[in-house]
């Protein structure tokens, strides 16, 4: 590799450098200039590797500028890290908790005071509490910002908890606002959780892959980072045709086309051509198949693969099934099969495209469930199809 590569595909790793989401951007950044949008409480789904906790990252960074106390809130510490979080940013409770060792006591958080050795147990109730105290005593920030990620790992209790205390703040009209990410479907499941029925009132934003002309943007400009390399349009088609703008395997295809390509001598560039992309195809997809297909696939059902793998068998040149073809290679009956091709769209592997036809959700699943490869020809459209 001759000079920096600006491409880190280390999973869940904060990207040097973040590319597209543009809307996404735009409707957190508008809710924070408006109290009464309806975009203060989002959940962003879907599948491993589309870039959520990179999103959540991203938008922590923007509400941080604009001047918001963040909380970013991971799986194994849901409400502990918003009591310590808001502990630091209030002076009545850091008196209460002075110096706290904070431990996880079932549904509540407690609290331990190294220097009372006392202990505070806050429920529901507190955290509601707390959340408010802060939000309305504010003085250098303009709201809490809480990001919640993976949130199908925290829980009931504690999203229970979490709920209550946002929702009240919120209908106290405290500026308070809460970005949770998790896979496909979990939005329904912390739906359904008894305290948390507010969720279902709340956006459910998509994520899947960037759009068509994003993806190029970002590879004209990441690849325009790396020194002495010039990457021909080529070679930028082929790494947007290979991604289909997933952002994961965006990062695996730029950071191994850079890295594989020869060292440039003294004082000359590194010309890429799609021929170097091409090179790089295999490593970008032994990682992207460790990373994501594989957990994705090893999480379904017998009967979801084989469908899966039938699809592949009846794929038409557009990258699509008709689901008549599938059962025909699966030896059953349509409707013997609608079961399985509905929970296999619910978990947004598959999507229906138009009546009677499906095509895969994520990038390289064909040649997953078919080598040797081929390359399809994508239609410019703004919106990857993919096969
Ligand atoms: N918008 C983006 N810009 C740059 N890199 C991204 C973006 N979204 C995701 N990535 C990168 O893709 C990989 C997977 O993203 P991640 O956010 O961990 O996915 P998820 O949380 O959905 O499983 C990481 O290497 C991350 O840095
Ligand atoms: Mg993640």
Known sequence: MAGNNPFNPSFGGKPQFFFGRKRELDIVSEALENPNSPYRALFFTGNRGCGKTALLERLSVMASEAGWLCVDVHSANASESIVRKLVGASSKTTERVAEPAVGFVGASVKVGSLRTSATTTYDALDLSEALLQ???????H????????????????????????????????????????????????????????????VSDVRLD???????????????????????CEA????????????????????????????????????EIDQHAVRFAEAAAYEQ??????????????????VYLRAMAKSIDGDGRSRTGDVANVMGKEQRQLSAVRDRLIRKRVIVADGRGYVRYNLPRMRQYFTDPVEFPAYEDDDVWKHE
Request: aromatic fraction near 6%; charged fraction near 20%; proline fraction near 4%.
């Open 134 to 140: 802060t939000s309305g005593s504010l003085k250098q």
């Open 142 to 201: 303009a709201g809490v910002f809480i990001t919640v990620d993976e949130v199908q790992k925290i829980p009931e209790a504690d999203m229970e908890n979490l709920c209550a205390a946002v929702q009240m703040s919120m209908r106290k009209g405290m500026p308070v606002a809460l970005m949770l990410a998790g896979l496909p479907e979990s939005k329904e499941v912390v739906s359904a959780y008894k305290g948390c029925t507010f969720m279902r009132r």
């Open 209 to 231: 892959s960037l759009l068509v002309s994003e993806t190029y943007d970002a590879f004209r400009q990441l690849m325009g980072l790396a020194s002495n390399v010039e990457t």
């Open 235 to 270: 070679a930028i088609d082929e790494l947007a045709r290979y991604s289909q703008g997933y952002p994961y395997l965006m990062q695996l295809i730029g950071f191994h086309t850079l890295e594989e390509a020869p060292s440039a001598v003294l004082h000359q560039v590194c």
């Open 288 to 305: 992207f198949c460790a990373n994501v297909l594989d957990p994705v696939i090893a999480d379904l059902s017998d009967e979801q693969r």
